[in-house]
């Protein structure tokens, strides 16, 4: 069952369509906009990440090999503090953490109270990319990798990170990242279940929008999206290398190769992340942990396709005007067996672009 809301956004209304569950049953797929690289992180968010075990035990693992006797930059400290704490608890010498937001800053602080974090912490509020630290860190923790893997500006930040912040040999935790990406049919990712927003996803969309000064076409997240609905394998289509080459900006294509019959109209994307080189990584769509995963329009309505056919797909990111956050564009080429060829194409910007321009965006902002 669904139901309509209105938002007020910067003085008009904002319909949005709404499951009126008010609380779906765990691993229930539920859709929300993307948050993470928006102000929008609050108490559920953090909790969800300090309690991500998937998540945090690959983390500690690669700050206990790493920070003993060290001086660590955390940059995104969060509201928890966490990875500053954690590199404190395994030896580091020294650690600057840096968080963006003032409220969770304000509220890392308290954590400073714990014994010997006051002395070997030094929080500073801003974006990374505004402060200045000292002295230069030999590893940094930068857990400011999104669900699409690229879109926190992980790349723009540790480029910045490793001209101003860092030594020159430092490491980076996470050490690699990569968005993969998957024909399928948005529907289809719902099992059966309502297609729209989830209650509680509500009050993010209005941040978001507030934030922008008016709504626009959000990235949608799918959490426990249904795999029935995956058309074929995933492929690489974005790839941050954090100790390697980091380019600012990317473009990949990629074949995707369809292995049963069924219907697709766009992509479901999600992170593979490893946060040491030979560790074991944590990938999105296997394992139950707080990233979920993005679906991305192509087609205007379900396209039928047979084992065989094949979706050629370029994505490509770009700076947004921020100089930070970047821009997605997705080109694709459906190559079927019964219908022949058919493009299309959908632009995902970090911010604005348009409002209600897919249909499938129609559907929840009715
Ligand atoms: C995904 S959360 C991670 C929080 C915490 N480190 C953890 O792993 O649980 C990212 C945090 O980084 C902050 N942030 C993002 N980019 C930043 C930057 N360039 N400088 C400082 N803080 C940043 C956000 O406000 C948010 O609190």
């Known amino acids: 069952m669904t139901t309509s809301v209105d938002l007020m956004v910067a003085g008009s209304t904002v319909r949005v369509l709404v499951d009126s569950a008010p609380a779906p049953a765990p691993g229930v ?8 690289e928006y102000p929008c992180y609050d108490t559920v968010s953090y909790a969800r990440m300090t309690d991500d075990e998937e998540r945090n035990r690959r983390f500690r693992a690669a700050l206990a090999r790493l920070t003993a006797g060290r001086v660590v930059l955390d940059i995104g400290t969060g509201a928890d503090l966490l990875w500053a704490r954690e ?22 602080g308290t954590w400073l109270a714990d014994p010997g974090a006051g002395e070997r912490i030094t929080l500073l509020h801003g974006n990374s990319t505004d402060l200045d630290i ?13 669900s699409l893997a690229g879109a926190e500006g992980a790349a723009a930040v540790l480029t ?55 709504p626009f076409d959000v990235r949608l997240r799918v959490t426990h ?48 992340l490893w946060c040491l080189p030979d560790g074991e990584p944590l990938d999105a769509l296997r394992v139950a942990s707080n990233w979920a995963s993005i679906y991305f329009p192509l087609f205007d309505s379900e396209q039928p396709v047979e084992a065989g056919d094949m979706l050629d797909l370029t994505v490509t990111s ?42 499938v965006h129609r559907h929840l902002f009715p």
């Open 29 to 36: 797929p539920t859709l929300g906009p993307s948050i993470g």
């Open 87 to 108: 590199s404190l608890r395994h030896g580091a010498r020294q650690v600057v953490a840096l968080e963006a937001m003032a409220e969770s800053y304000r509220r890392a």
């Open 134 to 146: 000292t002295p230069k860190a030999d590893v940094c923790v930068a857990e400011i990798i999104g």
């Open 160 to 214: 910045d990170a490793r001209r101003r912040h860092l030594t020159p040999y430092a490491t980076v935790v996470p050490h690699r990242c990569v968005t993969l990406a998957a024909p399928v049919a948005f529907r289809q990712l719902f099992a059966g279940g309502p297609v729209a927003f989830a209650a509680d996803s509500l009050g993010y969309l209005k941040t978001i929008f507030d934030w922008h000064g008016a």
């Open 225 to 272: 999206p249904s795999r029935d609905a995956l058309l074929g394998e995933g492929q690489v289509v974005e790839v941050l290398d954090l100790n390697g080459h980091l380019p600012l900006e990317q473009r990949r294509s990629v074949r995707l190769t369809i292995d049963r019959p069924g219907v697709m109209d766009g992509v479901l994307t999600w992170l593979r």
């Open 318 to 359: 770009t700076l947004s005007e921020d100089g930070v956050h970047p821009d997605y564009h997705l080109d694709a080429v459906l190559r079927t067996a019964i219908a022949g060829t058919r493009t299309a194409s959908h632009s995902s910007p970090y911010r604005g672009g348009g409002f209600r321009h897919h249909p």
